[in-house]
């Protein structure tokens, strides 16, 4: 699977971005999905994974709780992230990934397909 990230950028506190994830896979809806961030000097964290086929189920990390909404569109082969109130916290390296996995993981180690990355960056 080939992921492309996309829809970083400089946003001002507070504000809102969408992110995208272009998927090379026909049979995308088979797969997990989930997004993760890197910062500057520090590891990759989950961010929020999305179940297979209709995505039914998400899981989200707590620091983004109630600001972040992934999803996806299995007609587009795309992964979304709603992201609201940024803070500068937020500042990082966007990757969207791709799971075989059962289950909605949350662990870097469960997806096996990676995308690029978009960088986010949360400043006045």
């Known amino acids: 699977v080939q992921l492309q990230a996309s829809g970083g950028g400089l946003v001002q506190p507070g504000g809102s971005l969408r992110l995208s994830c272009a998927a090379s896979?026909?049979?995308?809806?088979?797969?997990?999905m989930g997004w993760f961030r890197q910062a500057p000097g520090k590891e990759r964290e989950f961010v929020a994974t999305?179940?297979?086929?209709?995505?039914?189920?998400?899981v989200y990390a707590d620091s983004v709780k109630g600001r972040f909404t992934i999803s996806r569109d299995n007609v587009k082969n795309t992964l979304y992230l709603q992201i609201e109130k940024l803070n500068p916290q937020d500042t990082a390296v966007y990757y969207c990934?791709?799971?075989?996995?059962?289950?909605?993981?949350?662990?870097?180690?469960?997806?096996?397909?990676w995308g690029q990355g978009t960088l986010v960056t949360v400043s006045s």
């Open positions: 990934a791709a799971s075989a996995w059962f289950g909605v993981p949350t662990e870097t180690a469960a997806f096996a397909y």
């Open positions: 896979e026909r049979t995308f809806s088979d797969y997990v």
């Open positions: 999305i179940d297979r086929g209709s995505g039914v189920k998400t």
